[in-house]
């Protein structure tokens, strides 16, 4: 492939993934080098690769169809009808086998694999956000789609939802802690992590039964709330899980 076909690629692609106005040619451009609208389409960031030359031959002996271009100070790699099979295999010999940057190590975003290419922006997206967790966990493959609840938290777009959420749900307890500088956040949390079961509890926090059970009636008392209800300790688990992204938000 020529240079000038590899921009005009570039161009279609990036023209799909970012807010910017489609070209009218850029379907046919896709489909003169085989990438059709309805096929499987997955994105990877690649960063701190040293040489994409490795990468690119293994996707050739794979047999894998995928375009690359750089973006910023990083890799974006298009796989085109790959199979979760073949992706697995691909990025677990890449991570391997590959010589990472001196000064970092190589870090892989893998984004949702789309049925359109129409939905590539999803991909591309939800790549770089995979990419940016494996920075900040300094773990070197981070998959969107095996981030749980964790992907659901960072689909929504307004975080004050989420901010209003965990202070409904825990801040009263927070500023009793504070003012009281007692530990009914972290019996709470080590509660409902444990199943609920007061033994364990009292177990994990070095604490007699009595005690665990005093705390837990005021924190029932704080919330106004009854934690036997199924459906209340749901609420505050996923207040709990929320409640990193709160501290980061603060932090930053």
């Known amino acids: 492939m020529s240079n000038y076909q590899k ?9 799909l993934m970012f807010p910017l106005p489609v070209p ?3 379907l046919s451009v896709l489909a003169k080098n085989g990438f059709m609208e309805k096929d499987i389409y997955t994105v990877l960031h690649i960063q701190n690769l040293i040489s994409a030359a490795y990468m690119e031959r293994l996707l050739t002996e794979e047999n894998i169809s995928y375009h690359l271009f750089v973006d910023k100070n990083r890799l ?13 295999a691909f990025i677990r010999t890449l991570s391997e086998n590959t010589l990472s ?5 190589l870090m892989i975003g893998v984004g949702e694999t789309v ?7 999803f991909s591309y997206e939800s790549a770089l956000t995979a990419l940016k967790i494996a920075q900040k966990r300094r773990q070197p493959v981070v998959y969107f789609d095996r981030l749980g609840l964790e992907r659901l938290l960072l689909s929504i777009p307004d975080k004050q939802i989420l901010l209003h959420f965990y202070e409904d749900h825990l801040k009263n307890i927070e500023k009793y802690d504070q003012k009281n500088h007692t530990e009914l956040l ?9 199943g609920k079961n007061i033994s364990d509890t009292a177990s994990a926090l070095y604490t007699h039964r009595n005690t665990i059970h005093h705390r837990l009636r005021k924190i029932s ?9 199924p459906e209340i300790s749901l609420m505050l688990s996923l207040a709990f899980r929320i409640r990193p992204y709160i501290l980061r938000q603060t932090e930053n």
């Open 7 to 15: 921009n005009q690629l570039t161009t279609a692609f990036q023209s």
């Open 24 to 26: 009218q040619d850029t």
């Open 76 to 88: 974006v790699l298009v796989l085109h009808n790959c199979s979760a099979g073949q992706l697995q």
């Open 101 to 105: 940057s001196a000064h970092a190590s």
């Open 115 to 121: 049925s359109s290419v129409f939905n590539i922006r």
């Open 186 to 194: 972290h019996t709470l949390e080590t509660y409902l992590s444990s």
């Open 221 to 229: 008392e704080l919330l106004d709330t009854d934690l036997n209800d």
